[in-house]
């Protein structure tokens, strides 16, 4: 009887604790329930409560401008209708609402393809670019159907213009839209809002980060429709700063005028502060064209002609400096005392090394001339023999004080051009340096390689006897140090650089010569192929890439604004043809440097 009840007493113990899980699981299960939606997931589900109804709009900062010496405004932002969506407002009908679109204002293939891509690449609060400019007619339009368009707005943008188009160009750079490949070295969240545009070359590439500015971010409460309701809260960008730049964009345009008709480069410096005056490129393009993605039209109109537009000639251009470095040749020799200023030699049109003979540009030759005549004639029987004394590493080492044969320490890139010597050729070309690789590079040919901003701080540097450095950024005032060079040798050189121009009996430039300005010189006919192959034949009647380049250098001296320049004309025959067109630039530059010799002012920032 006593192992019955107590059985009974364990089997209803067992019956009570399962009816009292059974009634207990319930509750559990809710309670759990509870706590994870209430106390885990709280935060989860508060963030997504809060994108419903909230919505974060990045707030793009206005780029800076960029302005010429004078104040001149050469890159700035122009207002301009621009079509948006936010994709989570769209209520999931982001391809019903673009085919609408396109009913309304139009949409390409392209155009309906870059917004799907943007779309699935970005996060669904951010705002994606439909078009980047529409006209008031159209903004009308959406404005009107705006209630059948979930999501879609129209807002005032900013859009970047260069207004002198192709003037400048290579310099200034442009604007486009961020590529995936520089998302990676970007942390602020306007680079990831599709359509933004950072500066990609040039000036507006390497001062991109000043330019740029930081993003700020609206929040706003929007209603069942998408609209903003309510403004929850706002954090202000920080604009760009505007840049200043030493270019004169009236002797910009002054010079362009001038090289219309040619491929070629011009550059010029202040040689008291190594600022760059000009630098122009021909032919260029249009910056414009290249904002909101170049098409394929233009660009393969870009591509295909011969004269290469796309190059920057003022700082990558190549070119050998033919007689224009015979002033580094002569300093050589008398720096290294291989000669005095009154060492003379007979020209008789050519001389003879080993079994082959190298000739004067002047076949009956100049006959007795000393250094100042030798550089006014451009004598290269007189440079040959300067060749054969120095040797070309002593000849290296002086081309490099004067700026050649390395990258020049300037904001923008710039090749650095070729200063060959023995190991250099033995390295690169794999071949014993001859002498007569010494008499060719005597005379600025054979493996010299120069850019026509090298050139002209070349120049400069022969002007002053300082390390001139070139700069593109205004107002900074640069001192520079004095060159290890003799004053009585550089003075040798300046006075043979004055008889180019202004000596009637030897000076090669002297008919092209400034009636206005006392400018010093010198000219460079630099062959691009084998001169005796085109002998006596008229300069028209050679094929346009058999011609020769036509280069000047050159410095005038004045107290407060001296000027270094360069010319380089392709293909364009001798250098007394650049001569000319550069003195006659400078008998124009010059009132106009004279006019607008005030330093920059600051740029106060305008009230948004």
Known sequence: MFFKNNNKRAQITRRSILLSLIMTLPFFVVFSRLYFLQIISAQRYKRLSDKNSLSNKVVLPHRGKILDVTGKEIAFNERVFRLNIIPEQSKGKIDDVLKKIDKLIGLSVFEMDRIKKDIKASPSFYSISIKDIISFKQAAIIEFNIPSLPGVYVDVGLERKYPFKDIGSHLLGYVSVVSKENLKDYKDPMFKVPGFKIGKNGIEGVFNNSLIGKSGMKQLEVNA??????????????????????????????????????????????????????????PSFDNNDFVNGINEKKWKELLENPKRPLINRSLNGKYAPASTFKMIVALAALAEKEITKDFKVTCHGKIKLGRRFFHCWKERGHGAVNMKQAIASSCDIYFYELGKLLGIDKIAKYAKIFGLGESLPFELFNVKGTVPTRLWKRLRKKERWQKGDDLVASIGQGYLIATPLQLAVMSARLGTGKKVVPTIEAGKNTKFEELDIKKEHLETIQEGMDMVVNDRRYGTAYWRRSRKHRVWGKTGTAQVISKRFHKDIKLKDIPYNHRTNALYVAYLDDAENPLALALVLEHAGSGSKAAGIANKLLDQIVPIVQAHAIKPKKVEKEEK
Do not use: M
């Not at 954090?235 to 002054?254: E, N, P, R, W």
């Open 225 to 282: 429709t998408g609209r903003a309701v309510k403004k929850v809260a706002e954090f202000d960008a920080v604009d760009g700063k505007d840049l200043s730049i030493t270019l004169d964009y009236d002797i910009q345009a002054l010079v362009k005028d001038k090289l219309k008709d040619y491929a070629g480069s011009f550059v010029l410096l202040n040689a008291k502060n190594g600022e760059v005056v000009s630098a122009v490129s021909n």
